[in-house]
Structure formats: C-alpha cells, structure tokens
C-alpha cells in the first residue's frame, strides 16, 4: 500500500479535528454507517487496487467509533481532541492491514488497533516522568488505574488478586500503586509570592557546598589534619613495616606480595602478616 494513503485520508480524517471539538464529533457521528457488504467491497478495492477513494470511505464511517473510545480514556486529564487524534491514526494502520477475507468486521479489527496508539500517547503525556516502561508495567498502568478508582488503596489479598489475574509478581503491583498515587512536582515551585503556601520545591532542599565559604574551608582543615595524623602514625613503624604500607598502599604503582619478598629476601607469607601488623597498628594510632 503506498505512502499516498496515509498522508491523503489522515489529511481528510483530521480536517476537522483543528476546529471545535463539539462540531467535529456531530460531523463523524452524522456519516452514515456502512453495511457489512459495503465494507468488504470497499475493503477489497483498496487491498487488490490500492484505491484511495476506497480507503477514505472506510475510514470516515468510522471516525465515531474511535470518538467513542477516546472517550472511556477522559479520565487521564489529557485533551480529547489529542487522543481522537492519536485513535485516528490506530484506526488509518488498522484498515491499511484489514483482510476482507477472514470475514470479520472492522470496527472489531480496529479497537485494538486504535486503544494501542491511545495507550502509547497517554503513557507518553500522562507524567513528565514515565510511570510504565516494562510490557508488565503498561498492562498495570491501565488494568490497576481503573481498578483504584473502585477500591482506593489495595490491600494484601486485593494485591495478591490484581497480580493472579494480570500475570505478574505481587511487588510489581506494588510498585505500580505507588507511582500512580505520585504526583508531578515543579523543581522550581510556584511563580507567585505567597510565603503562606504549605509547599516546598525541591530546589529549596538542595545545597551546594562549594557556595559556602565555611564549609569548604572546614573540609580543607580537616583532609590537612587526617593527612598529618597518617603521616604521623606511619613514622611510628620500622622502616620495613613502612616501606611495605608505602609500597602496598600509598604509591600509584602497587606492588604485589611476591615482588616485595624477593625484595626483602623472605616468603610471601611474611610480608602479608608484617603488613597486616602494620595497618593494626594504625588503625590504633588513628582511632
């Protein structure tokens, strides 16, 4: 099928869509509806003949039904004109994969065709963060929403149910109430002056230390004092204990157990237990 099909029809589907909301959905609902035997012939002319004229007589006797279903989705707090729009553009991919031949409706091949790009749309623009991204969680997002609208917050049987029912783990359920019952919160709070307001964005809870002269000045104090405590604990040790702890710890370039005891001319073993000895050592000078 070409291209043509899906700029032309989606042109004439959503003509109206740009105006009144109320005018478009009394215009679809005032398209006579086709006949079974209509819809087949119709359906027939575009899969065998690639005819336009065909598909765009397919596609306006249906416009209300996807009106009716964008609306059983009010309840998102998104436009409906936006989700007619996004049902609309279900509807045109359904009847571009329609077989007339295995003898069942359109309007029954649509609807899943056409909640899909309502339910893409809506996971979308429901919340600047996304709330559902797993296959598990979208079925969740949609099945557990309507059912808090009944219940309010589910207890542990409810949950146990929910998560029978849909095929996945109890803590999924969980998490998924979870993020439904958040809300969007401004980083930067509200435009207005009313100190009153009950209300604290996020950026009033974050601070920066480095703006802050006091703070930064005690942290250089107190890495200089820590060093100096080191330094002062490491010239307790003998030269070999030190020069191990140096070799072990403090240089860029590590050296393993073997290497320090061909150095020192004693087993591996050895040098793990001085070096062992030596950080206990330190550890009581620094406690």
């Known amino acids: 099928m070409s291209k043509a099909l899906s700029i032309s029809t989606f042109d004439n589907a959503m003509t109206v869509l740009t105006g009144n909301i109320n005018s478009y959905i009394q215009s679809v609902n005032a398209i006579p509806v086709l006949s079974a035997e209509e819809e087949r012939e119709l359906a027939t002319q575009l899969q065998q003949d690639n005819n336009l004229e065909a598909a765009r007589k397919l596609v306006l006797p249906h416009l209300r039904f996807v009106v009716y279903v964008a609306r059983g989705y009010n309840g998102y707090g998104l436009p409906l004109a936006d989700l007619i729009q996004e049902g609309n553009i279900g509807l045109l ?21 056409i909640r899909a790009e309502i339910h893409e749309f809506i996971l979308r623009n429901w919340r600047i963060v996304k709330v559902a991204t797993t296959k598990a969680q979208r079925k969740l997002f949609f099945n557990l929403r309507g059912s808090k609208k009944r219940l309010g917050w589910l207890n542990h049987q409810e949950v146990k149910q929910v998560a029978s029912d849909l095929g996945v783990k109890p803590e999924t359920v969980l998490e998924m109430e979870s993020r439904l019952s958040g809300q969007d919160v401004g980083f930067d709070g509200f435009n207005d002056d009313d100190d009153d307001k009950d209300y604290y964005a996020p950026a009033s809870y974050l601070q920066h230390d480095k703006a802050d002269p006091a703070t930064a000045l005690e942290a250089v104090d107190w890495s200089s004092y820590n060093t100096e405590r080191l330094y002062t604990a490491l010239s307790e040790l003998d030269d070999r204990s030190r020069e191990i702890l140096s070799a072990r710890w403090l240089q860029d370039t590590k050296l393993t157990l073997h290497d320090l005891a061909g150095k020192f001319d004693i087993s591996a073993e050895r040098i793990r237990q001085l070096e062992q000895n030596a950080l206990k050592k330190l550890k009581q000078h620094l406690s």
């Open 93 to 113: 991919k359904a009847i571009k994969r329609f077989d007339p031949e295995r003898g069942v409706r359109l309007v029954s091949f649509a609807v899943h065709w």
